[in-house]
Nanobody, 132 residues
Framework: QGQLMESGGGSVQAGGSLRLSCATS????????VSWFRQAPGEERDWVAG?????????????YYSDSVKGRFTISRDNGKNTVYLQLNALKPDDTAMYYC????????????????????WGQGTQVTVSS
C-alpha cells in the first residue's frame, strides 16, 4: 500500500482557481490509478478525476474526469516528484468540499474506477471552500 498526502486547499471566490497537490510514496504497482475524490458535509464521497500510470501508458498518463468538472479541472503528474496535481479553475460554490487523493492498483488496462471502495490507500484530505 502507498502513502499519500494532500495540500493546496483554501478559500476562494467563485471563478477563482486553486492547485491541489498529492504527494505519494513511490508505488511498485505494475498499473495503477491515482484519483481525486471530494466529499461535502452530509454527502457521499464522489470521484472527481483520475490519472492512470504504469504499463500501457506514456509518461503523461491517461486522464479521466467526471462530467461535473470536465473542462474546468485538470489532473496531471510529476513523476520526478511523485506528485499528482489537480488544477481547479472556474470554481463554483458547489465545488466546496474536502478533497482526497487515493490510489487503486489495476490488474487490467481499464479506466480509473470511480467507486471509493476500490481504492487501497487515502490521504487525509484538504479543504476547498468557494464563496459566491
Amino acid at each position: 500500500q502507498g502513502q499519500l498526502m494532500e495540500s493546496g486547499g483554501g478559500s476562494v471566490q467563485a471563478g477563482g482557481s486553486l492547485r491541489l497537490s498529492c504527494a505519494t510514496s513511490e508505488f511498485s504497482y505494475r498499473r495503477y490509478c491515482v484519483s481525486w475524490f471530494r466529499q461535502a458535509p452530509g454527502e457521499e464521497r464522489d470521484w472527481v478525476a483520475g490519472i492512470r500510470s504504469g504499463v500501457d501508458t506514456d509518461g503523461h498518463g491517461d486522464t479521466y474526469y467526471s462530467d461535473s468538472v470536465k473542462g474546468r479541472f485538470t489532473i496531471s503528474r510529476d513523476n520526478g516528484k511523485n506528485t499528482v496535481y489537480l488544477q481547479l479553475n472556474a470554481l463554483k460554490p458547489d465545488d466546496t468540499a474536502m478533497y482526497y487523493c487515493a490510489v487503486d492498483e489495476l490488474w487490467y488496462p481499464i479506466p480509473c474506477r470511480q467507486a471509493p471502495a476500490e481504492y487501497d490507500s487515502w490521504g487525509q484530505g484538504t479543504q476547498v471552500t468557494v464563496s459566491s
